[in-house]
């Protein structure tokens, strides 16, 4: 058990819509990352909440957005959803200066 | 850009066997390497993690070595148990925090 909770588990949207993905993680954690993973691939990183500020983006576009908040939650938006952003989407924390992250069981998103 | 590197892709032994499952990856300053472990549609499990400068981290049956002159991380899981199959990921940290993952070796376990 690793204290980090993502919600939904499974989510179905269409093509051209928005989602919100949640992530709720232990006291203390101010670190939050969250990782995209396609079928068959390993994980991607997409970027990094310290202290609700965004400290490291990875190769996605802006359509990809996110939100940290005081009480160690956090949010990954995604705007106008393409087929290919059907993925298992993991958010990760660590606390302060602990350099392990800790995964969630993931959103299982499908675009159609 | 293939940064990490996990071969074979996919592996099967029947119970009992070692199993040995490599990593490589190009970036020389990492900061820590990381194995996991991923059931079927399910999030990541940490099974060992080693600092730069460490050679090598055991827990129980696995063993995880790594040389960061070649570049390479490797697994060992003693006499596998039909429970160890399940993809195993190896992924670095760099100074950046963020973890580059490699795409994982599939380890079925026949009983």
């Known amino acids: 058990e690793t204290g980090v909770t993502q919600s939904p588990t499974h989510l179905i949207k269409t093509r051209g819509q928005q989602v919100t993905l949640r992530c709720s993680s232990q006291?203390?954690?101010?670190?939050v990352s969250w990782y995209q993973q396609a079928l068959g691939q390993g994980p991607q990183f997409i970027f990094q909440?310290?202290?609700?500020?965004?400290?490291g983006r990875g190769n996605f576009p802006p359509r990809f957005s996110g939100l940290q908040f005081p009480n160690y939650s956090s949010e990954l938006n995604v705007n106008a959803l393409e087929l290919d952003d059907s993925a298992l989407y993991l958010c990760?924390?660590?606390?302060?200066?602990?350099?392990?992250?800790?995964f969630g069981a993931g959103t299982r998103l499908s675009v159609l | 850009k293939q940064e990490v590197t996990q071969i074979p892709a996919a592996l099967s032994v029947p119970e009992g066997e070692n199993l040995v499952l490599n990593c490589s990856f190009t970036?020389?300053?990492?900061?820590?390497l990381q194995w996991f472990r991923q059931d079927p549609g399910k999030g990541l499990t940490s099974l060992l993690l080693?600092?730069?400068?460490?050679r090598e981290q055991t827990s129980g049956r696995l063993n995880a070595s790594l040389d960061k002159s070649s570049g390479r991380s490797t697994l060992y899981i003693a006499a596998s148990q039909p429970g160890d199959s399940a993809t195993y990921l190896c992924?670095?940290?760099?100074?950046?925090?963020?973890?580059?993952f490699g795409a994982g070796t599939t380890v079925t376990v026949r009983a």
């Open positions: 006291s203390g954690h101010n670190t």
């Open positions: 970036d020389s300053a990492i900061y820590n």
């Open positions: 990760a924390s660590s606390p302060e200066g602990v350099n392990i992250q800790y």
């Open positions: 992924a670095y940290r760099s100074n950046d925090y963020k973890l580059s």
């Open positions: 909440y310290y202290r609700e500020e965004e400290n």
């Open positions: 080693i600092q730069s400068s460490q």
